[in-house]
């Protein structure tokens, strides 16, 4: 890793592989109100709870299109087009439309191919990382959040079972 990577925010060039605060505040500050709609899904009344199932539905595929975006951006920072690059830019929108289409299914049937597209995303920036095209410490903040993430989803599912 050069000096001019950790410039770009690929981390610390010193340590390649420390998830900068940034991205640890921003991502962690990002997943609370799918944790506080999970918690409204089981835990509030039926009113309630029947509004944070959908809340958290339409956050859920806010932040698939978001992850999408960030797939595009790393695509598009490597200069020169290539067969590659027109498959990572070709990966990095089908989270978006995932993500809309789970949201014209039924509720409990959108929030599973949320997950089920959540878990494809973080094993495409995963790969991304580890092929260089993504920074070393990407995985390590995309993981524990991935995780959290497809956990409120189920736990929303449920709410919207019982």
């Known amino acids: 890793m050069t000096s001019a ?8 060039p010193k340590n390649p592989a420390t998830v900068p605060v940034a991205a640890r505040w921003l991502g962690g500050t990002g997943a609370i109100p799918f944790a506080g709609l999970a918690f409204l899904c089981v835990f509030a009344p039926e009113s309630w709870s029947n509004w944070a199932a959908q809340a958290i539905a339409f956050y859920g595929a806010v932040i698939l299109s978001f992850l999408g975006g960030i797939q595009w951006g790393l695509a598009i920072s ?3 087009a290539t067969d590659n690059q027109v498959t990572r830019l070709t990966l990095s929108v089908i989270p978006s439309l995932i993500a809309w289409a789970g949201l014209l299914l039924p509720l409990s049937a959108g929030l599973l191919v949320m997950v089920a597209a959540f878990a494809l995303v973080l094993y495409q920036d ?18 524990p959040l991935s995780l959290l993430v497809m956990a409120s989803l189920l ?8």
Not at 126 to 143: E, T
């Open 5 to 12: 990577q950790g410039a770009t925010g690929f981390g610390d």
């Open 78 to 80: 490597n200069t020169g």
């Open 155 to 162: 736990v929303g599912l449920m709410g919207t079972l019982i």
């Open 126 to 143: 995963v790969a991304a990382s580890r092929s260089g095209n993504a920074p070393s410490w990407y995985p390590k903040l995309r993981m």
